[in-house]
């Protein structure tokens, strides 16, 4: 068998070794040489962030990569970035190549399909968009409120600063820690006060009985008015009433006689002369009995037979 050349050998060992480095670099970088694929192209004013073989997904999920970015010299001020994607999708007019950061700043393309039926051409230019990141989000958003509140922190460490240095903070400490000793000195008194309770509370169910007692002889005296007043309403009050302003009509009569100077009653009350009369009588009547009682025999005469 005869013996290749060295040269040969050498030379076929450099392909073979550049090919390994082409498919190992196009493998590093997620490119699938063997895999047939299609190519768009969009247009951006803007790609920080964005690499080769950047994701190109769909709703998540991955349908290509960034096959390649170029400056469009023919179009100043735009990036024109080539995405190499599956053979098996087809993309429809009015589909958008959004340029999304993520938070650590790391840019891929996210396609959004349009609505038309339509179907775009292999090479065909796709709408490029920017959709802003989170990061452009807190710069644009959280950072302007940030740099605003920065000097009211300033003038609010400033303050701390002056109460934190006040002489008074101690002395209020000193009134707090104080606070706290007679809340604690409250809260034994307290205890003990609960300690003492269940005989407050044997005392309480002694008053509550007698309180019953009370409210069952209660209940008896309210029985009993209660049938005082049946018996009241039972008795003749109309009868006995009328007898009452019978009586009082009777004794004004009796009144008004005495007070009548023309009458028996008002001459015996009100005429001087019949009063001294009626006196002279009555003490010529008392010396009369007075003698028969020392002269019997002078007024009574006895005769026998």
């Known amino acids: 068998m005869k013996r290749l050349p060295k040269t040969f050998v050498i030379g076929l060992c450099v392909i073979i070794a550049l090919l390994v480095l082409v498919f190992g670099i196009n493998f590093l970088k997620g490119v699938n040489l063997f895999k047939a694929a299609n190519y768009y192209y969009a247009s951006y004013t803007?790609?920080?962030?964005?690499?080769?073989?950047?994701?190109?997904?769909?709703?998540?999920?991955?349908?290509?990569?960034?096959?390649?970015?170029?400056?469009?010299?023919?179009?100043?001020?735009?990036?024109?970035?080539?995405?190499?994607?599956?053979?098996?999708?087809?993309?429809?007019?009015?589909?958008?190549?959004?340029?999304?950061?993520?938070?650590?700043?790391?840019?891929?393309?996210?396609?959004?399909?349009?609505?038309?039926?339509?179907?775009?051409?292999?090479?065909?230019?796709?709408?490029?968009?920017?959709?802003?990141?989170?990061?452009?989000?807190?710069?644009?958003?959280?950072?302007?409120?940030?740099?605003?509140?920065?000097?009211?922190?300033?003038s609010l460490l400033v303050a701390l600063t002056e109460v934190a240095s006040n002489p008074a903070i101690g002395t209020s400490l000193d009134h707090l820690n104080a606070t706290l000793v007679n809340l604690e000195s409250a809260s034994g008194q307290l205890n003990g006060l609960m300690r003492s309770m269940p005989g407050i509370v044997s005392d309480a169910g002694v008053t509550m009985g007698n309180v019953k007692s009370m409210s069952s002889n209660l209940n008896v005296i309210s029985n009993d008015l209660t049938s005082v007043s049946n018996t009241l309403k039972g008795m003749p009050l109309d009868a006995t009433m009328n007898n009452v302003l019978e009586a009082s009509r009777s004794l004004n009569e009796v009144l008004a006689n005495l007070n009548n100077p023309n009458s028996s009653m008002g001459l015996l009350l009100n005429d001087r002369q019949l009063y001294q009369n009626l006196s002279n009588a009555s003490a010529s009547l008392d010396s009369l009995l007075i003698d028969v009682k020392k002269n019997p025999k002078r007024y009574i005469s006895l005769k026998l037979f």
């Open 46 to 154: 803007n790609v920080a962030g964005l690499n080769l073989s950047a994701p190109v997904t769909i709703n998540g999920y991955k349908v290509g990569l960034v096959r390649d970015i170029q400056y469009a010299y023919d179009n100043p001020g735009h990036i024109k970035v080539e995405l190499s994607l599956d053979k098996e999708l087809h993309l429809t007019r009015g589909t958008k190549a959004m340029l999304v950061t993520d938070m650590l700043g790391t840019a891929s393309i996210e396609l959004v399909m349009g609505r038309d039926p339509q179907m775009l051409e292999v090479g065909s230019e796709l709408i490029g968009q920017t959709s802003s990141g989170l990061m452009d989000n807190v710069s644009q958003d959280l950072l302007p409120g940030i740099t605003a509140m920065i000097p009211k922190i300033d």
